[in-house]
């Protein structure tokens, strides 16, 4: 095997395959070194396999909502197995779709661990390779505190290799997995308590959407316990859980347990420190804006990064860094600025831009807000009732808007191009002045005073 190249990427993520891939459109030979299923947490345990649960809890919703449409229906039971089978599946059927790119792309894949080993070498299982850049996108993985029985829960990982729906849940956490997660296993028959560490769910979002999504939750039998710190998780009869707080409250017991506290950079044993990268205070590989490392020649992108730990994010930033160093655009970088991002919650939050607490602490008295709470169309017929909560936040005299807020069904859908104007610098006139698209839930935001 060849073992000089142009290129090095160690991990075979979103972002790897898609700086490899671009960096081989542009003539560069690229090795990529990646020994387990190929397209990362995204494709494996995350994104894809989380959207369809969400499309499945969707459609347990769907089927309560159709007998206010006319229809006779029922459900005579949920196959958590077929559905479990069914999805794997389509997940390998991805990995092999990235396969069959890199191989298209003139990409070579080794299914070996990579790590730094010293000048401009990368060892690669027993061998050695070389090339003037390296790109270390080797990802994240879900944490599990230190504490006494902790091990007795699972992750998000291990949530996909669930056999079947438990009975009882508790998720731990107040960020995108509790969220989806919980919404998925209430809808599919678990009961769900989420244990959140302080007083809201995604409390780096909106106050708006933290209350909407809360509310929502509720409304879908799922408990919520505010300011809960574990201290403890203990097994007892039957090997359900009980989990004891710091406040001496106690929580289960539950069949499962589901950490849910954050995500930590796969950046151990890659020779960084030999290779004078330096690391952040969680093992994050730190970045300039061009994604390079405080050594030179070797840059990351993804979630190793610690920054923006989206999908999206990584593939965009992976895409620019080969046109950089490879495709003669010396400027080109990722702008991490209004990046818009969606949780699958039910029903889905979007959001891009600043909170209203942030652009009020940036820019004070000029800034102005613009709400809108209604009830969607699809809802005037159905039993179960669903508000859908908007937000424009603006600034200055022009009303240039700053940040876009959603939480309500199509969600997901509407964000990506109000992103795309909000990126343009559109204004609150700019909103006005477009035609609405009746009806829909999308067009509350070029309606509203």
């Given at each position: ?53 969400f ?13 206010g449409f006319?229809f ?11 559905l ?26 080794v ?10 070498g990368v ?6 390779h ?28 291990g949530?996909?290799?669930l056999?079947?729906v ?18 998925v ?11 959140i ?5 995604l ?10 999504l ?33 406040d001496?409250?106690?929580?289960g017991?539950?069949e ?9 950079p ?10 004078g ?9 730190l970045?300039?804006?061009l994604?390079?490392?405080s ?5 990351a992108?993804g ?13 965009a930033?992976?895409?620019?860094l ?9 400027d ?7 990046i ?11 959001t ?14 000029a ?7 209604f009830?969607?169309?699809?809802h ?12 424009l936040v ?22 990506q ?6 990126r ?22 070029v309606?509203?005073r």
């Amino acid at each position: 095997m060849e073992k000089r190249w142009d290129l090095i990427v160690i991990g075979g993520g979103s972002g790897g395959i898609a700086c490899a891939q671009r960096a081989a459109e542009h003539g560069a030979r690229v090795v990529l070194a990646e020994p387990g299923p190929l397209g990362g947490t995204c494709v494996n345990a995350g994104c894809v396999p989380k959207k369809l649960m969400f499309h499945a809890a969707e459609l347990a919703h769907e089927i309560q909502d159709a007998a206010g449409f006319g229809f006779d229906v029922g459900v005579r039971g949920h196959d958590w197995g077929v559905l479990k089978e069914r999805r794997d599946a389509y997940v390998r059927r991805l990995n092999e779709i990235y396969a069959t790119g890199l191989t298209r792309h003139r990409v070579t894949h080794v299914r070996e661990r990579a790590r730094l080993a010293g000048g401009m070498g990368v060892a690669i299982g027993a061998g050695r390779h070389e090339a003037p850049h390296v790109i270390i996108a080797t990802g994240g993985r879900p944490i599990v505190p230190d504490l006494p029985g902790a091990a007795h829960g699972i992750t998000s990982d291990g949530f996909f290799a669930l056999e079947r729906v438990p009975a009882s849940v508790a998720l731990i956490g107040a960020g995108y997995v509790a969220a989806e997660l919980s919404g998925v296993l209430a809808a599919l028959g678990a009961r769900v308590t989420v244990l959140i560490r302080r007083d809201r769910m995604l409390r780096d979002f909106d106050e708006m959407l933290s209350g909407a999504l809360m509310k929502a939750m509720r409304e879908d039998g799922i408990v919520l316990v505010d300011h809960a710190v574990p201290r403890a998780v203990t097994p007892g009869a039957g090997g359900l859980l009980a989990i004891t707080l710091e406040d001496g409250r106690s929580a289960g017991p539950f069949e499962t347990l589901i950490w849910a506290v954050g995500r930590r950079p796969n950046s151990e044993d890659l020779g960084l420190d030999a290779a004078g990268v330096v690391t952040g205070a969680t093992g994050e590989v730190l970045t300039d804006l061009l994604q390079d490392t405080s050594a030179a020649g070797i840059h990351a992108v993804g979630d190793v990064t610690g920054r923006e730990l989206l999908t999206p994010v990584a593939i965009a930033a992976g895409r620019r860094l080969a046109d950089r160093l490879f495709g003669g655009m010396a400027d080109r970088h990722l702008d991490y600025r209004m990046i818009p991002t969606v949780v699958f919650t039910h029903p889905p939050v979007g959001t891009v831009g600043q909170t209203e607490a942030e652009a009020r602490t940036e820019h004070g008295d000029a800034v102005a807000v613009f709400r809108s709470s209604f009830m969607p169309l699809y809802h005037g017929l159905t039993e179960r009732k669903r508000r859908a909560e908007m937000k424009l936040v603006t600034v200055g005299s022009e009303r240039r808007i700053v940040g876009l807020h959603v939480i309500g069904a199509g969600a997901d859908e509407m964000l990506q191009g109000f992103a795309v104007a909000l990126r343009m610098g559109a204004t609150k006139r700019d909103f006005d002045d477009s035609v609405a698209i009746h009806p829909t839930s999308a067009e509350e935001f070029v309606t509203m005073r």
